[in-house]
């Protein structure tokens, strides 16, 4: 997965309010159904360890591919 500097993002000009519009829907659309697919890999692997089929090594190993791992640990070990 591909991190992004926020300093490097500038926001999109489209003067258009319509264009915008059907951008903005078109973005917001994508986030939904890359947060269904991110619950549902979610789920499968958290299936996994609960049965012994995933290990928490490849959990792990899943969760830093899936770039999640920096998000997912700092939470869990009370930091802020």
Same mark, same amino acid.
């Given at each position: 997965?591909?991190?992004?500097?926020?300093?490097?993002?500038? %926001?999109?000009?489209?003067?258009? %309010?319509?264009?915008?519009?059907?951008?903005?829907?078109?973005?917001?659309?994508?986030?939904?159904? +890359?947060?269904?697919? #991110?619950?549902?890999?979610?789920? +499968?692997?958290?299936?996994?360890? @609960?049965?012994?089929?995933?290990?928490?090594?490849?959990?792990?190993? @899943?969760?830093?591919?899936?770039?999640?791992?920096?998000?997912?640990? %700092?939470? #869990?070990?009370?930091?802020?």
């Amino acid at each position: 997965m591909m991190h992004v500097n926020p300093d490097d993002l500038r %926001p999109l000009i489209v003067t258009d %309010p319509k264009i915008r519009k059907m951008l903005q829907l078109a973005g917001l659309r994508f986030m939904c159904s +890359r947060a269904r697919w #991110l619950d549902s890999e979610a789920t +499968r692997i958290g299936i996994a360890l @609960k049965a012994g089929t995933m290990t928490s090594d490849e959990v792990d190993a @899943k969760l830093e591919k899936m770039g999640a791992l920096d998000l997912v640990y %700092p939470e #869990l070990m009370g930091a802020e």
